[in-house]
């Protein structure tokens, strides 16, 4: 079965740089969700999109955003990095008509140096 | 506290043995409750999920449910050492939309 995609794997920037997370849900899944996951952490929720639309925001810093696109892919834009930035980067995605469980792609891992 | 609370472990239990994995909330309108495996380096996998009161099985899985206790629990049954791993539990809540909330996680250990 098809899964989530995300692009790149892996990251390095530099602080002050800028990095776009790509995500390419589960054909047919409509709602777009990011966690950020810093190491030895739980997932933190960021923001998430339904139908294009943003559904919900949770801790993510004004220097990031995102959106979701007409073929429901989902970019997540992040400027100004700083160090505390570098994390696993997860994109989960779900059909909403089909309940609420969430199926997370293989991350992207982000180093900050 | 934090809102979806686990303990750490690790646990270890020996091969074939049951391994019970428990977690409680503090939102009282919390609709759904999930568990999820993560592998160290790896994405959460979506295990288990319970949206009602009692228990759900799914091979050697079960998932328990008491919304009068906020608490939600997973029987692992024949505990393989494949099964070594973080295990996360997460919580959908009434008043947060579809954001999952999760727990610390529980580190599991099979010893074979």
């Known amino acids: ?113 | 506290q934090k809102e979806v609370e686990q303990n750490s472990g690790p646990l270890s239990v020996p091969e074939g043995a049951i391994a019970s994995l428990n977690c409680t909330y503090s939102d009282r309108g919390s609709q759904s409750f999930f568990w999820y495996r993560q592998y160290s380096g790896k994405s959460p996998e979506l295990i288990m999920f319970i949206y009602s009161n009692g228990d759900k099985e799914d091979g050697r899985f079960t998932a328990q449910l008491n919304k009068a206790s906020q608490y939600v629990s997973l029987l692992i049954r024949d505990s393989q050492p494949s099964d070594s791993a973080t295990y996360l539990c997460a919580v959908r809540g009434y008043s947060g939309g579809n954001k999952l909330v999760f727990g610390a996680g529980t580190i599991l250990r099979v010893k074979s």
């Open chain 1, 1 to 113: 079965a098809a899964g989530v995609i995300q692009s790149p794997r892996h990251l390095i920037k530099e602080k002050r740089e800028t990095a776009t997370l790509k995500c390419y849900p589960i054909p047919r899944h409509d709602t777009v969700y990011w966690y950020q996951q810093g190491p030895g952490q739980d997932p933190q929720f960021l923001i998430s999109f339904y139908e294009k639309m943003q559904s919900d925001k949770g801790s993510i810093p004004d220097r990031f955003s995102a959106q979701q696109f007409s073929d429901y892919h989902s970019e997540l834009n992040m400027s100004s990095l700083e160090l505390g930035d570098s994390a696993l980067y997860f994109c989960a995605s779900s059909f909403m008509d089909r309940g609420y469980e969430q199926y997370f792609g293989p991350g992207t891992r982000l180093t900050v140096t």
